[in-house]
């Protein structure tokens, strides 16, 4: 047994990992499904016959070969639209677009400045050969100014996210300021914003009304608040072109399947058509974690300290015997452990205000 050693320290210092499938009885306050638009069978549905209409079912090449369809053009054409970026590519996760961005974009002269918060898929990017990153103190702009303001570098580019995806708090503001003042990239990675926040509920741009800017780039996910599965890059045109010249991850990859690109694309039309109630049910979720567990939130992320491995995990536990589903989150994804609530609109605002009281028990 090659790693029983390995597996071992994890057990005992509370870090083990398992797969569980999914118990359907349970009342889902853990997963990312933030909209709860993967129960809307009519979005299933809708996609399905559609695609049943279509020559073929699967994509069958990477973009570059013949595998871009006219469903992908058109789901990135409304991508664009609802969020004022020129251009945009869609490919097969989150992860692979954290790879692309930072692998393709980072040159030989160039530097990344990363939030040192940033998802691990950027992380894993950023340790890649060759790559010079240098990671800032959290949501710290006066050191990310500081960072840019001595650089020698001949491109520097900048990585936050959107809503982090732990600690569920927005990204500053003024992240934006600083990288026009010295004529940097940036890249958001809206994984948890997309969807969230914003006037029309499209992120973090659209939440502090940012005017779109060639050196903005905005990357989201479709497994989240769109309740499909894959992701998507909107920058300017030049810089899609090159993505698409240089991206690994989009060049040798098979294209996001053509039923994930119709479902994702049904639920954008659906959260815009109905932006107003949805973020009237966002703001009810807000207001009951904030009653009863005293924690404001800006999306729907709840992190809730905890600091021990072990406690974790028997919270996590005695609130399943209750019939909830929520996150037990360790080391090394968090520096001390915690327990990740969703405020999901999946599951009704009576049974999250149960959760919470429950919750408020015994943490």
Do not use: W
Request: aromatic letters at 8%; charged letters at 25%; a neutral charge.
């Amino acid at each position: 047994m090659q790693y029983e050693n390995e597996l071992k320290a994890l057990k005992r210092v509370g870090r083990y990992r398992s797969r569980e499938v999914a118990r359907e009885e349970l009342k889902d306050f853990a997963s990312n499904d933030y909209l709860g638009l993967a129960h809307k069978k009519e979005l299933h549905t809708a996609a399905s016959q559609e695609l049943s209409h279509e020559r073929v079912h699967a994509t069958k090449a990477s973009m570059l070969v013949n595998g871009y369809h006219q469903i992908h053009k058109d789901f990135e054409d409304a991508l664009c639209k609802a969020n004022g970026f020129e251009a945009g590519v869609v490919l097969g996760s989150g992860f692979n677009a954290n790879i692309a961005l930072i692998e393709a974009l980072v040159r030989k002269g160039d530097r990344l400045f990363m939030d040192e918060l940033y998802h691990a898929s950027g992380v894993l990017a950023s340790q890649l050969k060759g790559i010079d990153v240098v990671y800032f103190k959290h949501n710290d702009m006066c050191a990310l100014e500081e960072l840019l303001q001595n650089s020698n570098a001949k491109r520097n580019i900048v990585a936050v996210e959107g809503i982090y995806s732990m600690d569920g708090d927005l990204c500053s503001q003024d992240v934006f300021r600083v990288v026009d003042r010295y004529d940097a990239l940036l890249i958001v990675d809206e994984a948890h914003s997309s969807g969230v926040v914003g006037e029309s509920l499209m992120g973090v741009f659209d939440y502090y009304n940012i005017e779109i800017k060639k050196n903005y780039i905005k990357m989201g996910t479709l497994g989240k608040a769109y309740g499909s599965f894959g992701a998507f890059i909107l920058a300017s045109e030049h810089l899609i072109d090159y993505l698409l010249n240089r991206a690994k991850p989009i060049i040798y990859a098979t294209s996001l399947s053509l039923y994930d690109t119709l479902l994702a694309h049904y639920s954008l039309r659906y959260i815009l058509k109905n932006k107003k109630s949805l973020k009237e049910e966002i703001a009810k979720r807000q207001a009951i974690v904030k009653e009863i567990l005293g924690i404001e939130i800006e999306g729907l992320i709840v992190s809730v300290p905890i600091g021990d491995n072990k406690r974790v995990i028997e919270i996590k536990e005695q609130l399943e015997s209750e019939g909830y589903a929520l996150g037990a989150i360790r080391q090394p994804t968090v520096a001390s452990a915690i327990i990740r609530l969703i405020a999901r609109l999946g599951e009704s605002g009576e049974d999250l205000r149960a959760l919470c009281r429950s919750l408020d028990k015994i943490r």
